[in-house]
């Protein structure tokens, strides 16, 4: 079974309620028509009369929860409940409601922070920082974290290094910059997601232009300073660093550029030194290794909202609610 099939079985078995916000596009209806099918999660889609019967025209919406937003009697509740968080930051009634109905990744948050869903799905047709900005106001971290970022889960097909092929790569998606806390912090939140996606202990590389003192430059002390917090902070994960790449992954390599290191050679969550490597890195083993990436999925944040391409396809929305119901259940 894939790694996308595993994640259907789970989501089935305490079903979660994602909503999709872009009613705009006609992939959400097909989408959604699937998870219903299928029982992957209870599914809504926030959109008006109009919307939906020009978009969603054809497919089976039966098992499918519209909410229409000029029409929905919670509406006033979830006005109110961002008056509440955000007033502070000038937002007023007229505001809130205007926003709400320009932008119904608004309304989704909303609806989760009010505890009528539990998961949003977005970005088809939205760009990355459009649809992470209103879950960072609202939603907000869990408690302890500081920043909220992104990881794909990378299944690369015919591969014995990772997990059997299965990695997960972070930050790939959110944070233009870090310092060596934050990186330490993503190292931490990587290593809870590759524990609770993949099931099994994580082995985390900081990875690097450099290995164990190999190259001096203020970049690779960020990595070494994020080591050291990441030891201090989270004694219990086994991360190892800084790395490069090969040391990480090539159990030859990693002997003999970190001998004794019980994570060079076996890394499997694989935590890049920046933004720029991150998204490169995860883009190059999906092109040249046709490499299955999933995401980018948020970790951190108090619930959880994720990110679709805008290239995605139908069949990409229902894998990215899968993982978003099973975040939802933890
Ligand atoms: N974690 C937690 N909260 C955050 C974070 C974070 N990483 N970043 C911003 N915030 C909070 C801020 O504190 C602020 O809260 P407040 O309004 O209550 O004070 C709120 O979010 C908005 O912050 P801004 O800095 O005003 O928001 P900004 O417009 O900078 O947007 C964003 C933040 C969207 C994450 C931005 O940094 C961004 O666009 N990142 C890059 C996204 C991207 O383009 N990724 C690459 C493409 S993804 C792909 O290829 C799949």
């Not at 299965?166 to 931490?188: G, M």
């Not at 894998?319 to 939802?328: I, K, N, P, R, Y």
Request: glycine letters at 8%.
């Amino acid at each position: 079974m894939g790694f996308i099939d595993e994640l259907k079985v789970k989501a089935k078995a305490d079903l979660k309620t994602i909503v999709l916000p872009e009613s705009m596009d006609r992939r959400t209806f097909e989408a959604a028509e699937k998870i219903a099918k299928e029982g992957i999660a209870k599914v809504a889609i926030i959109g008006t009369a109009e919307e939906i019967a020009k978009n969603g025209a054809g497919f089976d919406l039966s098992g499918v929860i519209i909410v229409d937003p000029y029409e929905d009697p919670n509406k006033q509740k979830y006005i109110d409940k961002f008056v509440e968080l955000r007033a502070k930051k000038g937002v007023t009634p007229e505001s809130a409601k205007e926003q709400m109905e320009k932008d119904y990744m608004y309304y989704a948050c909303l609806m989760c922070k009010c505890g009528d869903a539990d998961g949003v799905v977005s970005g088809a047709c939205h760009s990355t920082g459009n649809t992470i900005r209103p879950a960072l106001q609202l939603l907000k971290t869990k408690p302890g974290i500081n920043s909220v970022s992104g990881f794909f889960l990378m299944e690369v097909p015919d591969c014995t290094l990772g997990y059997n092929g299965l990695f997960v790569f972070a930050d790939c998606a959110v944070n233009v910059d870090f310092d060596a806390e934050k990186l330490s912090e993503i190292a931490y939140l990587s290593a809870e997601s590759f524990r609770s996606f993949v099931g099994a202990e994580p082995k985390v590389a900081m990875l690097s232009y450099s290995t164990k003192g190999s190259a001096k430059h203020d970049d690779v002390t960020k990595v070494t300073d994020a080591v050291a917090l990441a030891h201090e902070k989270y004694p219990n994960i086994e991360l190892d660093g800084e790395l490069q790449l090969d040391a990480a992954l090539v159990e030859s390599v990693g002997q003999l550029k970190a001998p004794g290191s019980k994570v060079a050679g076996h890394a499997n969550t694989l935590v890049f030194p920046s933004l720029e490597a991150g998204n490169i890195g995860y883009k190059l083993v999906q092109r040249l290794a046709k490499a299955n990436a999933y995401g980018p999925v948020l970790q951190g944040l108090a619930m959880p909202v994720n990110d679709l391409s805008r290239g995605c396809s139908a069949d990409d929305i229902v894998g990215v609610v899968a993982m978003t119901a099973v975040q939802a259940q933890q």
